[in-house]
T-cell receptor, first 112, second 117 residues
Framework: KAGVTQTPRYLIKTRGQQVTLSCSPI?????VSWYQQTPGQGLQFLFEYFSETQRNKGNFPGRFSGRQFSNSRSEMNVSTLELGDSALYLC???????????FGSGTQLSVL | AQKITQTQPGMFVQEKEAVTLDCTYDTSDPSYGLFWYKQPSSGEMIFLIY??????QNATEGRYSLNFQKARKSANLVISASQLGDSAMYFC??????????????FGAGTRLFVKA
């Protein structure tokens, strides 16, 4: 069974640009969560989707958005990038909303 | 407010010895789940062990066990017979309902474990 797949693995952008990150969950998993990981702030919850609906959102500005498709794949978008958005973005899927999370390898975003 | 506290930024342990990584949590929700994850230097997060708030017995998974003390709101991870491959960052996490029908899992700051040969 394939794990959680995140693309791209690495991304370099400049301030003001926008970026879209993709996440394919484990087959059969309907819940997808996104996290931002930085050395200073640790793992911060961004949002969670279940059956195409955003069920929960963390304390991030509106520049961070996401969506989930009918096949449970999810995308995360960050608009008007800032230097502070440089981070490892981790996607996790789970069988149900309360189950353990299975993480992808992450997308390392660098904003210059 | 911080809800997951890991007070040990770094820990050293001798190979083949046991080590305990501390975790305390705070929640008013009677139903919650506690997790431990391992993050090696490669970056991927690996699920280790789970404890439900209503579970009567401490969870065990191979060399990992979770010392759950509900009244103290602590969920310490015990790794027995440490191996060099256990060197990694370890995160304690708690899943709780959000009240909007969703759940979210929040993580502690992590403990970096170094296993010495």
């Amino acid at each position: 069974k394939a794990g959680v797949t995140q693309t791209p693995r690495y991304l370099i952008k400049t301030r003001g640009q926008q970026v879209t990150l993709s996440c394919s969950p484990i087959s059969g998993h309907r819940s997808v969560s996104w996290y931002q990981q930085t050395p200073g702030q640790g793992l911060q919850f961004l949002f969670e989707y279940f059956s195409e609906t955003q069920r929960n959102k963390g304390n991030f500005p509106g520049r961070f958005s996401g969506r989930q498709f009918s096949n449970s794949r999810s995308e995360m978008n960050v608009s008007t990038l800032e230097l502070g958005d440089s981070a490892l973005y981790l996607c996790a899927s789970s069988l149900g909303q309360g189950s353990e999370l299975f993480f992808g390898s992450g997308t390392q975003l660098s904003v210059l | 407010a911080q809800k997951i506290t890991q007070t040990q930024p770094g820990m050293f342990v001798q190979e083949k010895e046991a080590v305990t990584l501390d975790c305390t949590y705070d929640t008013s929700d009677p139903s919650y789940g506690l997790f431990w994850y391992k993050q090696p230097s490669s970056g991927e997060m690996i699920f280790l062990i789970y404890q439900g708030s209503y579970d009567q017995q401490n969870a065990t998974e191979g060399r990992y066990s979770l010392n759950f003390q509900k009244a103290r709101k602590s969920a310490n991870l015990v790794i027995s017979a440490s191996q060099l491959g256990d060197s990694a960052m370890y995160f304690c996490a708690m899943r709780e309902g959000s009240g909007t029908g969703g759940f979210k899992t929040i993580f502690g700051a992590g403990t970096r474990l170094f296993v010495k040969a």
